[in-house]
């Protein structure tokens, strides 16, 4: 063991050592070469670390003598003599991980004090008060971290010893008190059967090998755990000499950051205490004051410390959270790190800092997260609040929302509209209560997964939603939400954080989001980066919008059944839906195009030129009528009133029957997507007669325009030959009848795996694809989404069937097996195809990683994701 180097000098270290030197010691190491005013010490390695737990006694004897032989190095650097009878030199033993980990040994400070030292240390600073406070502080730290004491019997001796005196602070403690103090200190380690070594060399011996054990300690081991740490790391010691903040009021000790970590402003944020030493500005003893106040103090060293922490900054090219003490006026650097941040700081500061020429853009991107931008996008509760949690559900829709508990979606709407926050509570949601989404501040569920409808559509509207909050029992003829033995009736308050599925009883405070000039400078300079683009999901014009402010290129998917979905359109599509012959079928269609084309109008306004896809109808018919239960029971009523033969009544009846004879057992797999536009041609006919017409006036008007038509659950070459050809058709008489020529493409979506491997025969007639993963992922795994969540999914996941929910987190391997087959023969086809995803899997980062891989020109996903989705988009290149 002997011929390893177990101790580094600073001299032999520097900032890139962190594996080996631990983040503290490397840092340390880094300051001492570049010249800053940082202590003399040296360095125990992380390898020691390891070595001791393979051989506890042997490593410390072989590091002795390397130790001994850095402590030598100390002295003659102080001209200090550790355990010295006069001038003593202190020191502080210091653990620091590779990564930053809380729940590992504390510092001890003042190590090499005892009762001979003491009076030498007095004498030497010719201040006897400050020598026993240094001891009393020494034996308080060593007994809890070494001798692991009860920290509190000390604390309470503390105590006891000021209100003797009659003084509030540490620092007002008489010499006489201070001694007494340590007297008692001695004792007390006594009295529990422990022994506190007299010998500096055997303190320092016994520090050393604490700081080893407490790698393994369980509160160390089990953060590891939760922060997925490596359990191989180690962590380093660093010896440090120490210097004085305690020595009087020339003396002081504080932590500051170069920028201020909440807001990322530009200016030094901090604070500091006078006559103090480092632990006492976190330990809350006193209230340390803001670092502006030190100018008045110390304008020297307020000065130092203004030019020593920008050297630092630019020197890590990052924000430094720093540590130092002041010993009689003169400034010591005893640490610095990259400093931890909120997510509006860390983009205000990675754009101030490229705009200071200190990063590059890439550099930039790199120092922000999607989690940073998905919570800038959302309002938020503050992660350190004190909060009084109701129940836990699936963190479904991200951010926070505050409102009055209704359990109705007219409810919601109603209340909604007089502006006030409601939160909707309901078992599950379904079409039936999109008003009342709308209208609600959040949603609630006690069923339902991270798929359910309430989840899809909150995320889809950037609204909070907790599903699946199966704590919770809602009696909704009642009222009320039953948690155990509570009850929540309506109009109570509720506090939802659909970012971590809490909802917490009453109102708390949100951060509210900021989509700020910066966050905007960031997401272009993603932008100049990323190789895809990003595109938006959206059926209205006001989605369109929201998505062109967000940043979109494009709509991706723009569902037209949703415009027919509307209270004043669904009669009109009823009747189009329950036509018994074709003439019918166009009458009520010729009233349907009217609406769709002024939907197409503004939201190829709003688009200003991008490219918009729309899907023609995809649901099976059925999908617009009510249910035949519910129709049933409409005519009963009619009929108890005597007016079963009303026309009203005869309508019902009508659409009960069309119901009946469209039911379909497997409605997913059923008579819907492009196969209702093969056999009833009239429908799509007046869809891309809507999207023409509309285009057409646009560019009549100078207003440019690219719609992309796309056909729904293509299967066959066949399909899409005859689909093509329709719109072909439609678009040469538009052009011939109005002299305009509107530039489109006409693609289909891949949701099929047959689609998927015939991809290069779909290519001859497509022109662009679009990958719907989530109906592909359905059909690659066999899996009806609505019932897979609810019943098996989370469990399939906790069990590791599978590693991830493939409706969240792409499938690389067969799903995205079946992209690649699709892109390649696409491409083998038509090398010019435009290729995207539209499915939900367009937001997440992982899944839009891949799909940089693959090549794709675009993702799209909800407007509200887009930001998110740009930063991936970039990230996936760096
Ligand atoms: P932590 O990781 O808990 O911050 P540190 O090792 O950084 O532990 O030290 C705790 C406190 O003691 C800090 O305020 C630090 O600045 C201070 N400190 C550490 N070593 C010395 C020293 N040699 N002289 C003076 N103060 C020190
Ligand atoms: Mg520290
Ligand atoms: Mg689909």
Not at 143 to 157: I, K, N, P, R
Not at 162 to 190: A, F, I, N
Not at 387 to 394: E, F, H, I, S
Not at 760 to 784: I, K, R
């Amino acid at each position: 063991m002997s011929v390893v180097q177990w101790v580094y000098e600073y001299e032999q270290g520097n900032a890139s050592m962190k594996s080996l030197l631990g983040g503290k010691g490397a840092n340390l190491a880094q300051m001492w070469n570049i010249g800053l005013p940082v202590p003399p010490g040296f360095i125990l390695t992380t390898e020691a670390c390891k070595a001791y737990w393979e051989d506890r006694a042997g490593l410390l004897d072989a590091v002795w003598p390397q130790v001994r032989q850095s402590m030598k190095r100390m002295e003659s650097a102080t001209g200090k003599t550790f355990g010295g009878k006069e001038n003593p030199l202190l020191v502080s033993v210091r653990s620091g991980a590779p990564v930053s980990m809380p729940g590992m040994m504390d510092t001890i400070l003042n190590l090499g004090l005892n009762g001979d030292t003491v009076e030498a240390l007095a004498a030497a600073s010719g201040d006897e008060r400050f020598a026993l406070d240094s001891y009393r502080r020494f034996i308080q730290m060593y007994s809890d971290v070494v001798l692991e004491l009860e920290h509190g019997d000390f604390e309470f001796c503390l105590a006891q010893a000021k209100k003797e005196q009659g003084c509030r602070h540490d620092h007002e403690l008489s010499p006489e008190m201070l001694r007494k103090l340590v007297g008692q200190y001695l004792q007390m380690v006594q009295s529990k059967g422990k022994v506190f070594p007299e010998d500096p060399w055997e303190q320092l011996r016994l520090a050393i090998e604490a700081v080893f054990r407490s790698w393994n300690t369980p509160r160390a081991v089990t953060y590891r755990q939760i922060q997925r740490i490596p359990d191989d790391l180690g962590t380093a010691v660093s010896v440090v000499s120490m210097v004085y903040g305690n020595l009087g009021n020339d003396c002081g000790t504080g932590v500051c950051f170069t920028r201020n970590p909440a807001t990322g402003e530009r200016e030094l944020f901090g604070e500091f205490l006078l006559n103090a030493q480092g632990e006492d500005v976190v330990a809350g003893i006193r209230t340390p004051r803001p670092i502006q106040e030190l100018k008045a103090d110390m304008p020297e060293v307020h000065g130092e410390l203004l030019r020593l922490t920008s050297l630092l900054e630019q020197h890590y090219k990052d924000m430094q959270d720093i540590e130092f003490t002041v010993e009689r006026g003169k400034l010591y650097l005893l640490q610095t790190r990259n400093g931890k941040r909120t997510a509006k700081a860390a983009v205000r500061v990675a754009v101030d800092m490229v705009r200071e020429n200190l990063i590059p853009k890439d550099e930039a991107v790199r120092r922000v997260t999607p989690e940073n931008v998905e919570q800038l996008l959302h309002p938020q509760l503050d992660p350190n609040l004190p909060m009084n949690v109701l129940a836990r559900g699936l963190p479904a829709s991200p951010g926070a929302a505050v409102g009055k508990v209704v359990f109705q979606a007219d409810e919601a709407e109603k209340l909604g509209r007089s502006g006030e926050a409601v939160i909707l509570v309901r078992p599950e949601t379904t079409p039936d209560d999109i008003h009342g989404l709308f209208a609600a501040q959040g949603v609630l569920t006690s069923h339902g997964g991270m798929t359910s409808h309430a989840a899809v559509v909150a995320r889809g509207l950037g609204k909070p939603c907790v599903s699946g909050c199966e704590a919770l029992d809602i009696d909704l003829q009642r009222e009320t939400i039953r948690v155990g033995d509570r009850i929540i009736r309506k109009h109570e308050i509720l506090t939802l954080d659909g970012s971590r599925g809490l909802v917490v009883l009453g109102s708390l405070p949100l951060i509210q989001p900021s989509f700020t000039d910066d966050f905007r400078e960031l997401l272009s300079f993603a932008d100049e980066i990323a190789a895809l683009e990003v595109w938006a999901n959206g059926d209205t014009p006001e989605d369109a919008k929201r998505a062109r402010e967000f940043g979109a290129r494009g709509i991706g998917l723009c569902r037209t059944e949703h415009m027919f979905m509307q209270a004043e359109r669904l009669p009109v599509m009823q009747e189009m839906v329950a036509a018994t012959d074709r003439e019918e079928r166009v009458a009520a269609l010729n009233r349907l195009k009217v609406m769709q084309k002024d939907d197409f109008l503004g939201i190829f306004e709003a688009m200003q030129g991008f490219p918009v896809t729309v899907r023609l109808l995809d649901p099976p018919l059925h999908e617009f009528l009510p249910k035949v239960p519910e129709l049933q029971g409409r005519i009963a009523e009619l009929e108890k009133k005597g007016q079963g033969d009303a026309p009203e009544a005869e309508h019902l009846r009508r659409l009960a029957r069309k119901a009946e004879s469209l039911r379909e057992s497997n409605p997913m797999l059923g008579f819907r997507g492009c196969r209702l536009g093969i056999i009833y041609p009239e429908i799509y006919e007046m869809q891309v007669e809507a999207i023409f017409e509309a285009a057409g006036e646009l560019v009549a008007r100078g207003v440019s325009v690219h719609p992309d038509i796309m056909m729904p659950l293509v299967g066959t070459l066949e399909e899409m030959k005859r689909l093509r050809a329709m719109v072909g058709e439609i678009a040469e008489r538009e052009e011939k009848r109005t002299g305009v020529r509107v530039p489109y493409l006409v693609g289909t979506m891949i949701e099929l795996p047959r689609a998927a491997l015939v991809a290069g025969q779909l290519a001859q007639e497509a022109e662009f694809f679009s990958f719907g993963t989530n109906d592909l992922t359905q059909t690659t795994f066999g899996y009806s989404r609505d019932d897979a969540e609810g019943k098996f999914l989370a469990e399939y996941v906790r069990l590791h069937v599978l590693p991830e929910n493939p409706f969240h987190v792409l499938d690389r391997d067969g799903v995205g097996r079946l992209l690649e087959i699709a892109v390649q023969d696409g491409r083998g086809t038509r090398p010019a195809i435009q290729i995207g995803i539209c499915g939900e899997h367009g937001g997440n980062p992982s899944s839009i990683a891949f799909c940089h891989k693959l090549g794709l020109k675009y993702v799209s996903c909800s407007p509200f994701r887009v930001p998110v989705a740009r930063l991936s988009a970039a990230l996936s290149v760096l």
